[in-house]
T-cell receptor, first 115, second 109 residues
Framework: GAGVSQSPSNKVTEKGKDVELRCDPI?????LYWYRQSLGQGLEFLIY????????KSGLPSDRFSAERTGGSVSTLTIQRTQQEDSAVYLC?????????????FGPGTRLTVT | GDSVTQMEGPVTLSEEAFLTINCTYT??????LFWYVQYPGEGLQLLLK?????DKGSNKGFEATYRKETTSFHLEKGSVQVSDSAVYFC????????FGTGTSLTVIP
């Protein structure tokens, strides 16, 4: 079956512009996660959704970052007024549910470059 | 809080050498433990997992045993291949996932 998909795969934007990153999780997966991976670094947790709700937004780096999920499916991560330090690979993952024990399935990521 | 600490890399081994990548965890509850692998130019994929103490996860010749007494989940492989060159991430889940910083492995012929 289809895995997690993300779009765009690459995004180059000018400093100060807004960007939207999209994630399509595996069908039926109720939990969805966003991470950021900077060059040579580990995974930085940003936010997770259980259904359409995001119980914990404390991982978002600043108020320029926001995320939403609609219909328990597609999620959008929006970065406003992008800065050069936002350049990274943004990864989305989904799992059957938020409860422990279920593995996450990752998308291929969106590589964001802010010039 | 919950966290994972894994061995820093990079690690370079010759083909057929024995591999150990150490991973220890801190968790307030009863986490599930995972190893993920990221091959060059690819996304993260699950390598193996264990959901309770003393469970052993295994896949592609890799093994890791959930040790509650030492709060560890070390990754091992008896004979590595060039194709095992990748970055390996240890992770725990108590609902939310916590990932280690990753260990880069290069296997040379």
């Amino acid at each position: 079956g289809a895995g997690v998909s993300q779009s765009p795969s690459n995004k180059v934007t000018e400093k100060g512009k807004d960007v939207e990153l999209r994630c399509d999780p595996i069908s039926g997966h109720t939990a969805l996660y966003w991470y950021r991976q900077s060059l040579g670094q580990g995974l930085e947790f940003l936010i997770y959704f259980q259904g359409n709700s995001a119980p914990d937004k404390s991982g978002l780096p600043s108020d320029r970052f926001s995320a939403e999920r609609t219909g328990g499916s597609v999620s959008t991560l929006t970065i406003q007024r992008t800065q050069q330090e936002d350049s990274a690979v943004y990864l989305c993952a989904s799992s059957l549910t938020w409860a422990g024990g279920y593995e996450q399935y990752f998308g291929p990521g969106t590589r964001l470059t802010v010039t | 809080g919950d966290s994972v600490t894994q061995m820093e890399g990079p690690v370079t081994l010759s083909e057929e050498a024995f591999l150990t990548i150490n991973c220890t965890y801190t968790a307030t509850g009863y986490p599930s433990l995972f190893w993920y692998v990221q091959y060059p130019g690819e996304g993260l994929q699950l390598l193996l997992k264990a959901t309770k103490a003393d469970d052993k996860g295994s896949n592609k010749g890799f093994e890791a045993t959930y040790r509650k007494e030492t709060t560890s989940f070390h990754l091992e492989k008896g004979s590595v291949q060039v194709s095992d060159s990748a970055v390996y991430f240890c992770a725990l889940s108590v609902g939310q996932f916590y990932f280690g910083t990753g260990t880069s492995l290069t296997v040379i012929p």
